[in-house]
């Protein structure tokens, strides 16, 4: 059982390519989430879907784009990458059914942009 | 909005007890989880509290208060593999996102 799959696993980039962040889940979960880990700064949430062809801003959502095609995949766009989107990215996917249950995180995308 | 606290560093010995606490300010509670993540890892769920109390796993245990807007974790007989980030993170009611709000972390070594 995968769990949360993210790929790539590192990426460097230069300011203003683009690219984008691939999240795949094999649990059915309804929900799902990007997040954002800055040090000193914890998660942060950047878009979220409730479902299949849904997608919703989080905390800090500029800059990126998402997008859920399918229910067992939550992609995340970098338009133009700027300096300040160096970061470490997570996906997270919940059930809908159990409020007890917690989110369930991938290993994460490093990303470098100079 | 929500705003969480929680210290940003702490030093055990193992085989000890430490609490790491966690204060929140929320406009409407709806759970509050610990996530456990070793550097360079994704964070792991360790517990959950909804209602008011100790809620004890193993070695274990979250403790919630609601009036007061404050949990705090338990590690006890501390291992070194204890050493990692501890967060605290809150739900708010708006269950159609369950999206959660994370504290920044408390970091724990565990030494010798």
């Known amino acids: 059982n995968a769990g949360v799959t993210q790929t790539p696993k590192f990426r460097v980039l230069k300011t203003g390519q683009s690219m984008t962040l691939l999240c795949a889940q094999d649990?059915?979960?309804?929900?799902m989430y990007w997040y954002r880990q800055d040090p000193g700064m914890g998660l942060r949430l950047i878009h979220y879907?409730?479902?299949?062809?849904?997608?919703a801003k989080g905390e800090v959502p500029d800059g990126y784009n998402v997008s859920r095609l399918k229910k067992q995949n939550f992609l995340l766009g970098l338009e133009s990458a700027a300096p300040s989107q160096t970061s470490v990215y997570f996906c997270?996917?919940?059930?809908?059914?159990?409020?007890?249950?917690?989110?369930?995180f991938g290993d994460g995308t490093r990303l470098s942009i100079l | 909005g929500q705003n969480i606290d929680q210290p940003t560093e702490m030093t055990a010995t193992e085989g000890a007890i430490v609490q790491i606490n966690c204060t929140y300010q929320t406009s409407g509670f709806n759970g509050l989880f610990w996530y456990q993540q070793h550097a360079g890892e994704a964070p792991t769920f360790l517990s959950y509290n909804v209602l008011d109390g100790l809620e004890e796993k193993g070695r274990f245990s979250s403790f919630l208060s609601r009036s007061k807007g404050y949990s705090y974790l338990l590690l006890k007989e501390l291992q070194m593999k204890d050493s990692a980030s501890y967060l605290c993170a809150v739900r708010d009611w708006d269950t159609g996102r369950r999206a959660l709000t994370f504290g920044s972390g408390t970091r724990l070594q565990v030494q010798p």
């Open positions: 997270a996917s919940s059930s809908q059914e159990q409020t007890r249950q917690p989110q369930h």
């Open positions: 879907s409730v479902g299949e062809g849904t997608t």
């Open positions: 649990m059915n979960h309804e929900y």
